[in-house]
């Protein structure tokens, strides 16, 4: 085909689009549904990925003691701990109940110190002795954990590796229900598209035949249609990327508390912003294309003739 | 006008056509058109005139026989070389067939955008074309806007920019006033003269006894009757 061809079919695609403006709003809000479900799940399977790599970053296991331990025993216990394989005792540290008292106060504020003192008596704290534990290598968790447990005069532990646990076992359900979702609407996308091809394509039945009267190949006939599926993929896409920006920032800004308690950093948009378009225009470009081809190779096999076709 | 010097355009040779439905279109149909001719093809309904066109422009595949058109041999033409086949030739449809969007001069390219042709051809085949039919001025008309012969008028020019060997004219004066079919049909002779062969499928008898020209009467798809003159 010569390029003037080209340039001239590629102009009809882009009229066609605006002369059906209805269905291809419509064919664009369906694909943009499907491509923002799309691509929130992948917003939240990154962020999920950036907490879980700060637990295990820090490896911690919270270690708490009995209660009538001695002095010298609380030092033992923590000895043992710091000696175990897998901890690394650098790191170990030994927080007595009244530092861990302390601790709850600066993050409460002061004043909480005289309902402490009035309930439990001044100087008192039912917060229990503990050792904040250190893990080398996350993989030996489950031997440590048991290890940890047999030692003599530990009461209980707390480790964020169950935070993680339950975060994985959330993104997983996200990522399962989200493909399926996705397989769901780009069909529903694929439809849509080909229904606006087919009206387009009833529209210009009388080009159509006139296209072949005068010799038009198939692939003449075939190339508007085809750039008009795929400038709508495009469209989706990039207008997407721009809706899925603005409510990936509200959502930031309103999940702040809950972000600053887990204390880690959101990811950047930008970090996950190329992958998301190339996404989006790999899918929105095989609907388009997908879409607009099967719809007028049927139509041209089954009609598309001179004096028959009107 | 056909002479045996002369060179074939189209030639059927012992040709059968049943649809289907067991409708048997044509029967044994034998004919030669000579490149230069002006033929009316006449006939009642359902004689078979459609079906005969429809096979010169391989819209429909002949049974058994041998069309030749233009040097194609239609019994094993190939899908890719029916567009290189109806580029050899223009057709003029009963109803028009115009693009009511597009305006005169856009309606008259539009087969020039098919075989790629630059945007100054474009301009000069298309003035020189619808010059030829009387609506230079008429360029920038919406179709809805011409009365029916001046939109017949356009169908031709469009036929004609793509200088086409020959003109298949479907029954080209069937909606249009009966002054106007003669002004058609005057037009067709015009680009006869110039050398394009013409093949017009008619049933207004007396316009065919008006213009001197060889008729081809099909009648339960057999051709009972071929004579120059506008003799049948």
Sequence with gaps: ?310 | MSSGASQPLIEFKGVYKTYDNGTKALSDVNLRIDKGEFVFIVGPSGSGKSTFIKLIIHEEKLDAGEILVNGFKMSSLRKKEVPLLRRTMGIVFQDFRLIPTMNVFENVAFPMHVVGASKREIRKRVSYALNLVGLGRKARSLPRELSGGEQQRVGLARALVNKPSMIIADEPTGNVDPNMSYEIVDLLTEINRRGTTILMVTHEHQLVRDFDRRVVMIETGHIVADNAGGVF
Excluded: C, H
């Design chain 1, 1 to 310: 085909m010569k390029a003037r061809s080209v340039r001239y079919l590629i102009g009809e695609g882009l009229k066609n689009i605006w002369l059906n403006r209805m269905m291809s709003i419509a064919s664009v809000g369906v694909l943009m549904a499907s491509m923002l479900l799309m691509g929130l799940a992948i917003a939240f399977s990154e962020n999920v990925d950036r907490i879980m790599s700060t637990i295990e970053s820090q490896n911690v296991v919270m270690i708490y003691l009995d209660d009538d331990l001695s002095d010298e025993q609380v030092q033992s216990v923590y000895e043992q701990i710091r000696s175990l394989d897998n901890i690394n005792p650098d790191e170990t540290i030994y927080i007595s109940s009244s530092q861990a008292l302390e601790g709850v106060l600066e993050t409460m504020g002061p004043e909480y110190e005289q309902y402490f003192d009035a309930y439990f008596g001044e100087g008192n704290t039912i917060l229990p002795e503990t050792v904040r534990a250190s893990m080398i290598d996350l993989e030996q968790y489950d031997q440590t954990i048991s290890a940890i447990e047999n030692v003599d005069g530990v009461d209980s532990y707390d480790s964020s590796r169950d935070l993680a646990v339950i975060l994985t076992t959330v993104r997983s359900a996200i990522n399962t229900a989200g493909i399926w979702m996705i397989v769901l609407l780009s069909l529903i996308s694929l439809v849509i598209i080909a229904n606006t091809v087919r009206i387009t394509m009833f529209n210009r039945k009388l080009e159509i035949s006139i296209m072949k009267a005068v010799g038009a190949t198939n692939g003449f006939i075939r190339f508007p249609f085809m750039v008009e599926g795929i400038t709508l993929g495009i469209i989706a896409s990039l207008l997407t990327v721009g809706v899925e920006y603005l409510l990936y920032k509200v959502a930031i800004r309103a999940l702040e508390p809950i972000i600053s308690i887990l204390s880690f950093n959101p990811v950047p948009f930008s970090n996950f912003m190329w992958i998301i378009l190339l996404i989006f225009l790999a899918l929105g470009i095989i609907a388009g294309l997908i879409a607009s081809v099967i719809t007028i190779s049927k139509y041209l096999r089954r009609e598309g003739s001179e004096f028959s076709a009107l």
